[in-house]
């Protein structure tokens, strides 16, 4: 059993964040390692008056946790895997995830009778996917930007900013903030973002090959990630990426992997989406990504990125 190896976690400051990184800890401390972890600003959480699809970079969580990974500055990074860009740099591998939470997205509010249903309430999200949703299942409410991270949103509910605002249910769980859910929206009809409930960990190629796979067994939940490679492959063939509303989820059934999939206009005026059941989650995320092109998908998504741009 290692007693002397130190581990670096590089992470965002946030509080979910930290409580990630404080789990991959855990798993890792319990097997005798020494673990450091080094929190930093990502450019994602120093710009919150402006949408993510604003900003412009599609690293905005990653980008600075990466350099320091290339710099040797730390020796893995923790993410949430809904944050990651569609590819990665092929020398920044993904070499575990964290067995998912539940991944659906849930509705808070202080008024324990809400529900998305009523008649028009103000909504805050920061999520292009779900503002498409909204528009489309929802659309008598009024939607505000509510950027910042879970505390900072609970501080805006709470102030006035809006009725009720929708989260991931992993990180609302992770946080203790569940006695302010109200709905739990259906993965079917409400399908979350790539990688939504389940956190990533980052190495660079650099790192030495035995303690990449003494992490890997220690951190990766294999069922997790075949779903994910499978969210992760779509994504990638689609060119999508989390300020855009690509949504996936996959979920492990007898007979293989079952992906759903879509796109949405910007105001859920159009939806396009596909299933698909396989063994292999690479060829599983491409076939999906490929019957969505084939419906218009990628010119769909190109209309979306300029909107966004203006």
């Not at 998305?116 to 920061?126: E, F």
């Not at 009809?189 to 890997?216: E, H």
């Amino acid at each position: 059993m290692p007693t002397n190896k130190l581990i670096r976690i590089g992470t965002r400051n946030s509080a979910l964040a930290m409580w990630q990184a404080r789990h991959i800890a855990s798993l890792l401390e319990a097997a005798g390692y020494s673990v450091e972890i080094i929190d930093i600003v990502t450019i994602g959480d120093k710009i919150l008056d402006r949408s993510l699809s604003k900003i412009g970079a599609k690293g905005v969580f990653t980008e600075e946790l990466e350099t320091m990974l290339r710099n040797g500055e730390i020796d893995i990074a923790q993410h949430s895997a809904k944050d990651l860009p569609s590819t990665l740099a092929a020398d920044l591998p993904l070499i575990a995830f964290t067995k998912r939470e539940a991944a659906h997205d849930v509705v808070l509010s202080l008024n324990p009778d809400f529900r998305l249903a009523v008649a028009g309430a103000i909504v805050g999200t920061s999520s292009t996917r779900r503002r498409a949703m909204l528009a489309k299942e929802y659309p008598q409410h009024t939607l505000v930007e509510m950027r910042g991270n879970l505390q900072t949103r609970l501080e805006k509910l709470k102030s006035g900013a809006c009725d009720a605002m929708i989260l991931a249910y992993a990180g609302v769980h992770r946080m203790g903030m569940e006695s302010y859910i109200v709905e739990h929206l259906p993965i079917d009809t409400f399908t979350p973002a790539v990688g939504q409930g389940s956190v990533a960990i980052q190495s660079s190629s650099q790192l030495d090959p035995a303690l990449a796979i003494a992490i890997r067994q220690l951190c990766n939940d294999e069922p997790t990630e075949a779903c994910l490679l499978a969210e992760r492959h779509l994504l990638a063939q689609l060119d999508g990426g989390c300020s855009v509303p690509v949504f996936g989820h996959a979920k492990q059934h007898a007979d293989g992997l079952h992906l759903q999939a879509g796109v949405l206009g910007l105001q859920g005026e159009v939806e396009l989406k596909a299933t698909g059941i396989g063994i292999d989650p690479e060829t599983l995320g491409k076939a999906v990504a490929q019957d969505l092109i084939a419906q218009g998908a990628q010119t769909l998504l190109q209309d979306i990125r300029k909107q966004l741009a203006s």
